[in-house]
């Protein structure tokens, strides 16, 4: 079965700073794609930045950033200078072929002023 | 406006009914998904569906039921045999295969 592990349930840094969100996935197969998604207080879900499996480039989106790392089935999401309006629940997911997007237990983040 | 909109945003149930979650999407999307959210457990899938008159079950299908019947429609049922159906349930569709899904804003269930 496929899975996807987020080994933080919470983390705090203080505004500014850079933080590191931890995921692992588990599959057999060689090409997928990977997400991770934003849920703030309002619980409305999203997207932050996507991965594409084939591609080895790290994608970016302003200050967020992946480490996708194939091999060892890993894909963090680094957020750079960190603001109060990052304080949100993190999921990491990942979606086979057959369309079926899986996703993590999630990651609250709280960023400090 | 275009988007997914899940209705309605609370709701109440006795235990023992049966209650059906209503999920639209005007976006043309082909897939479509329902998720079950507990605290501490992430998002769990129950069903999806990729194209109108089918689906595949999730994770979690035991006491759910689904349908697509229509491309912009896939309402969710919560029969009585699910054991704790309180919950946040939440819609999501896809426009394109290997795409990101979009998110309604769920819908909170409360049995008493």
């Known amino acids: 079965a496929q899975t996807v592990t987020q080994s933080q349930p919470e983390m705090s840094v203080q505004e500014a700073e850079t933080v590191t969100l931890s995921c692992t996935y588990d599959t057999s197969e060689s090409n997928y794609y990977l997400f991770w998604y934003k849920q703030p207080p309002s619980r409305q879900m999203i997207l932050v930045i996507r991965q594409e499996a084939y591609k080895q480039q790290n994608a970016t989106e302003n200050r967020f950033s992946v480490n996708f790392q194939k091999a060892a089935k890993s894909f963090s999401l680094k957020i750079s200078d960190s603001q109060l309006g990052d304080t949100a629940m993190y999921f990491c997911?990942?979606?086979?072929?057959?369309?079926?997007?899986?996703f993590g237990k999630g990651t609250r983040l709280h960023i400090l002023p | 406006d275009g988007g997914i909109t899940q209705s309605p945003k609370y709701l109440f149930r006795k235990e023992g009914q049966n209650v059906t979650l209503s999920c639209e999407q005007n976006?043309?999307?082909?897939?479509m998904y329902w998720y079950r959210q507990d605290p501490g457990q992430g998002l769990r899938l129950i069903y999806y569906?990729?194209?109108?008159?089918?689906?595949q079950k999730g994770d979690i299908a035991e006491g759910y039921s689904v349908s697509r019947e229509k491309k912009e429609s896939f309402p969710l049922t919560v029969t009585s045999a699910q054991k704790n159906p309180t919950a946040f349930y939440l819609c999501?569709?896809?426009?394109?295969?290997?795409?990101?899904?979009?998110f309604g804003q769920g819908t909170r269930l409360t049995v008493v």
């Open positions: 999501a569709s896809s426009p394109d295969p290997n795409t990101e899904a979009f």
């Open positions: 569906s990729q194209i109108v008159n089918d689906f």
């Open positions: 976006l043309n999307h082909d897939a």
């Open positions: 997911a990942f979606m086979n072929r057959d369309d079926k997007i899986i």
